[in-house]
């Protein structure tokens, strides 16, 4: 076969699956990476699904990227930009000024250890990093502290990430 073509066709399938990850990965609820031995850690993750820009900006700005690429493992309830648009105008602006205040509410999205879907769904409450507990209803389908959970189970190299369509304020 000639390698002058082999080796581009190679290139491009690879850049097609690299473009590919973050649609599989917003549409199915699982990584594309399978459920254990993600590559990508949590930030990096969110980043690659394309839907979390808020969520990642505001780890930037409360300077908790370096703590959510850590070995953890962390279980994330990640809101969308869909999820901070819902906040009354001038709410993220303003928590983005508000470091502690952020830190506070980001932390409360965030509970420690690996919690998988199946394991959510046999609890009443979560204790969070930020020390308070968020309720946990599963009487029609999955909310946290009122949020719903939208998708599950998507893995990272140091926990997982399950999708809410609400920002959680404690």
Known sequence: ????????????????????APFALAGSGKSSYGSSGA??????TAVAAGNFKTLVAAVQAAGLVDTLKGEGPFTVFAPTDEAFAKL???????????KAKLTE??????????????D???????????GKTAAID?????R?????VVKTDIAASNGVIHVIDTVMIP
């Open 120 to 130: 959510v769904a046999k609890l009443a409450s979560a204790t969070t990093v930020s």
């Open 105 to 118: 509410i980001l932390t409360f999205h965030v509970v420690p250890g690996k919690v998988t879907s199946s």
């Open 1 to 20: 076969m000639n390698r002058s073509i082999v080796r581009p066709t190679l290139f491009a399938l690879a850049a097609l699956a690299a473009m590919a």
């Open 39 to 44: 590559s990508m850690d949590i930030v990096d």
């Open 88 to 98: 009354p105008p001038g709410t993220v602006e303003g928590l983005l000024k508000d």
């Open 138 to 142: 599963i009487t029609d389908g999955v």
């Open 144 to 148: 946290i502290d009122g949020a719903r």
